[in-house]
Nanobody, 120 residues
Framework: QVQLVESGGDLVQPGTSLKLSCTTS????????MRWYRQAPGKEREFVAR????????TYAESVKGRFTISKDTTKNAQYLQMNNLKPDDTAVYYC?????????????WGQGTQVTVSS
């Protein structure tokens, strides 16, 4: 059974930092490109960042570029999202996503989400 479990969400003040984690199990981590999405109240889910399955090449949404950093630890089958200089507009439920880009396994998996609230 494949599981993606996010953690690290919290209520923080603007300008502070937070690091989200996503641990995976039941899939071959190297076969999947990992991504973060977020969904704010009343809005559609949007792409935040992705990292390649074979190296650390990453891409970001314009709204988070320069503030957020995606990373992964292949020894722990986990990915992370370091979020700096948080803004109220970053308030959302953040979701971990895995997309299979090679080999066998299911095509796509999602975590249950972790709440990030940025407010003074």
């Amino acid at each position: 059974q494949v599981q993606l479990v996010e953690s690290g969400g919290d209520l923080v003040q603007p300008g502070t930092s937070l690091k989200l984690s996503c641990t995976t199990s039941g899939l071959t981590f190297s076969n999947y490109a990992m991504r973060w999405y977020r969904q704010a109240p009343g809005k559609e889910r949007e792409f935040v960042a992705r990292i390649s399955n074979i190296d650390n090449f990453a891409t970001y949404a314009e709204s988070v570029k320069g503030r957020f950093t995606i990373s992964k630890d292949t020894t722990k089958n986990a990915q992370y999202l370091q979020m700096n200089n948080l803004k109220p507009d970053d308030t959302a439920v953040y979701y971990c996503n895995a997309i299979r880009v090679r080999g066998a396994g299911g095509y796509e998996y999602w975590g249950q989400g972790t709440q990030v609230t940025v407010s003074s």
